[in-house]
């Protein structure tokens, strides 16, 4: 009787972590539908670190270059090479997809990417950086106090507070996606006041 109690316990847990597929810290990190708040934060939680990663990367410039080696380009803003993580555009892209939805790279980091002035460019097949438009800070993020303001089984929109690089109070609201298999921002709205 005990076994076949035990069986069913077991077979009643495995149905319930079914939708839940754990990470390599074995975190619920990704789920396959958001059915709880608890859900749209655990997502949340996972997102925020490499979204700001991205952010610092694409808005300030701040990833390690080589500047040994410069390039002045006809305008006269200087290049080097990246020297971690990534070797070229596309990589630095293709991760950063991973994390944002196209639109929402398109309409925002890759901005920056457009323009004689771009805060990245390969340069004879090799990611460098504009070693003049570097910015330094970064923001402190608070995501265990996330708030969930909507929430569906494909999405939800939440606030995420965070101090910025001046020491300011602020939250940023997102809103995330079920983008084929991964959870993604689809919108992303910094400097919010922190009780906004």
Known sequence: MKKVIGVFLMILLLCSCSDRQLDSVG???AL????TADDAVSITRSLIPKADELYRIFYRCSIAADENIIVTEPNGFRYSPVSEKYQTLDEL???AEKTFTLQYLENN???????DYAYFKDIDGRLYKNI???S???NTWY???????EQSTDGFTAKVPYTDLYDTQRSAKLEVI???EDWKIAEWVLDLPSDA
Do not use: R
């Open 27 to 29: 975190e619920q990190s």
């Open 32 to 35: 396959t539908e958001v059915n």
């Open 93 to 95: 892209k293709g991760d």
């Open 109 to 115: 980091f890759y901005v920056n990417l457009n323009d």
């Open 132 to 134: 003049d438009a570097v």
């Open 136 to 138: 330094e800070g970064e």
């Open 143 to 149: 995501p265990e106090q996330t708030e969930i303001l």
């Open 178 to 180: 079920k983008d084929g």
